[in-house]
């Protein structure tokens, strides 16, 4: 890969941790500042609230080293919220854009009252779009969060964030039926306005990484993987074939399962849908896939073998910063290492070109 030839991280994170503590606070109304993740000290700890149940750490996790720790410059947890030291690090691994999975992205607040979730997202999302994002549009690009309380909710607030500015929007599928017809209201609005729509690896498992002992490490192991029902849902539910202009990503789906899981999809539209087509989908599922499914990795030891499978032009390379098993700052090394014998020309569209126009970006 040139030094010269941009890359593009579709899978970026801004974790609780390192969120501003008055992010929400200072963005509703005084009598919801309890209900909405806020920061309280517990001892020598400040730790994130939302209501009455404990939903995270503030600051340093002092058992889990980050890439930032690794390179000796985690002595500020809140770098990754500050959009001019971000951007000091993606100059330096030479990212030239970064598409960012927030807070909720892997862990939801929890909170169960409709009207504050949907508050708190709101908050969440001016906060990415006028603080965050403004800084570089070009460059930053923090997802906003759809409440999934109602579908109505859901498109009401793509439609608010669209007009923002921001680029795509990450849904939770493992919050909501997606399975139900009334979610086409969503797939709908989000072909219209021309934002992709995330699900975001976290839920589907009974694993909990919470409690810090083997889960986390089984967790990390099956999550990816716990995607394909919201797959197969979107595809056999008719979502991706009654809305073409509809574009899904599966983020952090890592590429290992989806050949395979392609090609079932496969040979059980043969046996169960095309017999049946008045009341199944008509299109082959790796059609849909092709047109409709990107997914994103991270370093994928059989990049090169698997992604030929189902061609390059669905996969989105992703440095994963500022995790503990991102490749910053070294992620050109680490793409060359992984994906080297993939061919210059796929090369650069998993790294680059596929992101760039998905988002358009420039």
Known sequence: MSEAQRIYSCDDHLDMNAVPPTLWVDRVEDKLRDAVPHVVRHGELDLWMTGDRI??????????????????????PFRPSDPVRRMQDMERDGIWASMVYGPTALFSHGIEDPQVAKVAARAWNDWAGEVFNAYMPDRLNAFPELPMTTPQDAVAELEYVAALGHRGACINGFE??????EWDRLWAAAAETGLPLSFHIGGGTKLNPRLRDWQI?????????????????????????????LRIVLAESGIGWLPYFVARMDATFEKHCTPHPERNIRTKPSELFRRQVFATFEEEPFGPELIPLLGPDNFMWACDYPHPDSTWPHSRKAIEHA????????????????????????
């Open 55 to 76: 939903t995270g750490i503030s600051g340093r996790y002092e058992e889990i080293d980050t890439a930032l720790d690794r390179e000796g410059m985690g002595d500020d």
């Open 217 to 245: 490490a089984g967790f990390a192991a099956v999550a990816p993987m716990q995607m394909d029902e919201i797959l197969a849902t979107m595809v056999f539910g008719g979502a991706l074939e009654r809305h073409p202009n």
């Open 339 to 362: 994906l080297g014998k993939l061919g210059e020309e796929s090369v650069r569209k998993v790294t680059a070109d596929n992101c760039r126009v998905l988002y358009d970006l420039p």
């Open 176 to 181: 909501a039926d997606i399975r139900d017809r």
